[in-house]
């Protein structure tokens, strides 16, 4: 299998866990993997970017026009990496925005809105708001699961939804491992028209 | 031998801890920092672990080791090994026994870095051995045979990850267990290990001998690689990432010419002359300096080809920057004459994109002690010297508490050059310097404003940590890489002990005592130091929120004070995003009309 996902956001959404969750998932099912993640100083607020390439790679980072899925936790971080996706891709995308300090500062109103606007005009793509899907969970710190639940049930990954949960296991220390694993379900209840 | 999925970083310390390193110091830095905490967390029985106070330690610690037969790995990200220098220029002239390698990671862009300087230009200034790697993969391999070299002609050999190499992550098959190397042990011979003019003079000799010995070794290493002997016209160089990106256009084109340089100094000559056979133009892709292209310029002109050289030097490459598939794709094309397709949705319409600046984090103490001495000298002329590590960040609008950074300490002698120049001023001038910062390079400079009688006040923003560069500990927090409970040093004791008289430590989240310390200090003759105290908010876990009732006037005062990311405004209302709050209070009390308060 060869697929390239991209996930993006903002320093501290938990983008590394999402991408190193995909990554393993992947490899658990006899893939190559590689990826490739910002770190350093953007995460402290700037824009990340992770950038998930199973089967066949030799450049560490997806090149422009070539990646079948993007993963972004904010809108108009999906629009910046609108370049990484192929034609025929799809776009799984956070509607709530973040807003930076400086645009706080200047109050140009930046909302997301017409970010989520233009990602419908130009590709494929699933909407999804964090703070309503989170909000069972009094926290969008579980985001970045439910988005992993998202992108495994739309058929679009390539890695089965229970590949992904045994990460999940593996990786989320055992006290918040059933509010992951319901996260998750609620992802994947997102894509099925479930309302759990 | 077991598959594990690691980045960049972690294959080179599985890399190292194969070949049976023994002892492994360094400093953080991005992008290194990962190559010890790699090895603190697998068994690493009999080896010795340890944070360095800074690079220059660092390698002076694994030297004698290395005297000892014992393998050595040292860690630092480029503009640490300025610090490590003086060791190096030496060391490279005693040599060692056990092998070692130093890690010196390059950052092109430069994505975290003050410079882009390249660390193969540090190889050939110093005469030593530089390894060059293309993949997290190829780092594995490569640091083991790095050790082999390093012993072979005991000298110490530079290996120089790039960033997207460090953080990388690929599959790499590791043993099942390490084994540390064995060793002799220092075999006391001052004529050896005691450098002296004569030592100096008789090794420099033999240094320049040997080295293009080095690199005809290297002509004969499979590490520089080229995928076909056939002669062709058209011929691609290429070292590190961006040879990865130059495989990935080129996977269509098994015919094109591409050769690999692995080892960059000593160049080895017999293999690019062989690569060049029948040659008629070459194009070079690197990053930082036209290292490659320079050395190919060199062998053209020595064995005189007619050929042209393309590259950083005749603008076909940019000369700075990080490279990527996009702008090697867009250079290869031209140069092989290949088109290639539109691929990308077409973005001329796109809305215009929010910048993101990285910012200090919401409930960050830094925050609150910049905002401290801005209060405190509001309309009094001051400077503020800033220094490396997140507290760069002050200088960003609206605290805009950061005149100058310069490197690792350098605040708090600069504050004392701008004492010098400007002795009259009304404010004071002001040294800003984290903890960790402090012990690698800043003590020295409270030592120089003691001896030279400087007015400043010395800043340090104590949290406890080394928190750019992923939360290291540090001598003041009490624990070692040896995972030991050790003695904490204390900044305090430090700066008395040097002779400062006025030493004070305050929480920078309690607003008046931290100004009117500020103030105090400010007014003072001498040198000062103010301990802003309080943990780093990515370790200390707050659950504390806080909330803005409906008190609040929309005046935005809290907005425009201290910028703090977890205050926005939504439909004109001031909102308070509590999965940022970390109810650290600045901003209530900050508030004029006491409308914020936290639970």
Redesign the interface.
């Given at each position: 299998m060869n697929k390239d996902i991209l996930i993006c956001g903002?320093?501290?959404q938990g983008t590394v866990l999402a991408s190193k969750i995909i990554?393993?998932a992947a490899?658990e099912e006899g893939n190559?993997?590689?990826?490739?993640?910002?770190?350093?100083?953007?995460?402290?607020?700037?824009?990340v970017i992770s950038h998930v390439r199973i089967g066949?790679?030799?450049?560490?980072?997806i090149?422009?026009?070539?990646s079948d899925m993007i993963l972004s936790f904010e809108p108009?971080e999906a629009?910046?990496n609108?370049?990484y996706?192929?034609?025929d891709g799809i776009v799984i995308v956070n509607s709530v925005p973040v807003?930076?300090?400086?645009?706080?500062?200047q109050?140009?109103g930046?909302d997301g809105k017409?970010?989520i606007a233009?990602l419908k005009e130009?590709?494929n793509v699933i909407v999804v708001n964090s703070e309503e899907l989170c909000r069972k969970f009094g926290?969008?710190?579980y985001f970045n699961i439910v988005l992993l639940g998202v992108a495994a049930a739309s058929g679009h990954l390539g890695i089965s939804e229970e590949a992904i949960m045994k990460e999940i296991e593996k990786r989320v220390p055992p006290k918040f491992v059933e509010t992951n694993k319901e996260a998750f379900r609620v992802g994947v209840g997102v894509v099925r028209g479930e309302n759990l | 031998m077991k598959r594990e999925y690691v980045m960049g970083n972690g294959a080179i310390a599985l890399g190292a801890m194969a070949a049976g390193v023994n002892l492994v110091s360094g400093y953080p830095g991005t992008p290194s920092s990962e190559i010890i905490e790699t090895i603190s967390k697998y068994p690493h029985e009999g080896l010795h672990l340890e944070w360095s106070v800074n690079e220059k330690a660092a390698l002076e610690v694994a030297a004698s080791a290395s005297y000892a037969g014992a393998r050595t790995l040292v860690t630092m990200k480029q503009v640490g090994l300025n610090v490590a220098s003086d060791p190096l220029m030496s060391l490279a002239y005693v040599g060692v026994k056990g092998g070692m390698v130093i890690v010196s990671a390059d950052d092109p862009g430069p994505i975290s870095s003050q410079t882009e300087q390249d660390t193969r230009r540090f190889a050939e200034f110093a005469r030593i051995p530089v390894f060059d790697p293309t993949s997290p993969e190829e780092a594995f391999t490569m640091i083991q045979e790095a050790f082999d070299y390093s012993e072979k002609y005991k000298t110490p050999v530079l290996f120089r990850p790039t960033t997207r190499i460090c953080h990388a992550y690929a599959n790499i098959d590791v043993p099942e267990e390490f084994k540390p190397h064995a060793f002799e042990g220092f075999v006391k011979d001052s004529k050896r290990w005691v450098i002296f003019p004569r030592l100096s003079f008789a090794n420099h000799a033999m240094i320049e001998k040997r080295n293009p010995e080095i690199g005809d070794d290297f002509s004969d290493n499979r590490m520089n690689f080229v995928n076909t002997d056939k002669p062709c016209e058209k011929v691609i160089f290429a070292g590190g990432v961006s040879y990865a990106y130059a495989r990935e256009f080129l996977k269509d084109f098994p015919d094109i010419k591409l050769c690999k340089i692995a080892t960059p100094y000593p160049f080895p000559e017999k293999f690019a002359l062989s690569c060049l056979k029948g040659a008629k133009s070459v194009m070079v892709l690197e990053e930082l300096s036209p290292y490659i292209e320079e050395n190919l310029l060199k062998l053209a002109g020595k064995e005189h080809l007619d050929l042209s050289i393309c590259g950083k030097l005749t603008g076909d490459v940019s000369v700075s920057g990080e490279n990527s598939y996009e702008n090697i794709s867009l250079i290869l094309s031209k140069f092989l004459g290949i088109a290639i397709g539109e691929e990308q949705i077409d973005l001329s319409s796109a809305p215009s994109l929010p910048v993101r600046p990285p910012v200090l984090c919401a409930g960050c103490p830094h925050r609150a002690s910049f905002y401290a001495v801005k209060q405190a000298m509001r309309g009094k002329k001051s400077y503020f010297c800033g220094d490396i590590g997140c507290y760069t960040l002050g200088n960003a609008m609206p605290l805009d508490m950061c005149d100058t950074c310069l490197c690792m300490g350098a605040g708090v002698t600069m504050a004392q050059g701008f004492h010098w120049v400007d002795p009259k001023m009304e404010g004071a001038a002001f040294a800003f310097i984290g903890d960790s910062t402090f012990f690698a390079s800043g003590m020295t400079g409270v030592v120089n404003a003691v001896y030279n009688e400087a007015n400043v006040v010395i800043c340090i923003l104590d949290n406890s940590t080394t928190a750019m560069t992923g939360h290291q500990p540090h001598p003041g927090t009490g624990r070692n890489m040896m995972g030991d409970i050790v003695e904490k040093v204390s900044i305090e004791n430090i700066l008395r002990g040097i002779g400062l008289k006025f030493v004070e430590t305050v929480d920078p989240l309690d607003l008046d005592k931290a100004v009117d310390t500020v103030k105090r200090a400010a007014a003072e003759k001498g040198v000062k130091a103010i301990i802003f105290k309080s943990p780093c908010i990515a370790i200390a876990k707050s659950t504390k929120k806080a909330e803005i009732s409906e008190k609040c006037i929309q005046c935005k005062k809290c907005i425009r004070e201290i910028g703090c990311p977890a205050i926005v405004v939504e439909n004109g209302k001031v909102m308070m995003d509590t999965n940022l709050c970390t109810g650290c209070n600045l901003c209530a009390q900050v508030c004029p009309v006491s409308a914020i308060s936290v639970k």
């Open positions: 903002v320093g501290g990554a393993a490899m190559t993997v590689h990826s490739a993640e910002t770190i350093g100083m953007a995460q402290r607020g700037g824009s066949d790679a030799y450049s560490p980072l090149p422009k026009g070539k108009a629009v910046r609108l370049g996706l192929k034609k807003k930076p300090t400086t645009e706080t500062l109050e140009t930046y017409d970010m233009y130009k590709c926290s969008t710190k | -």
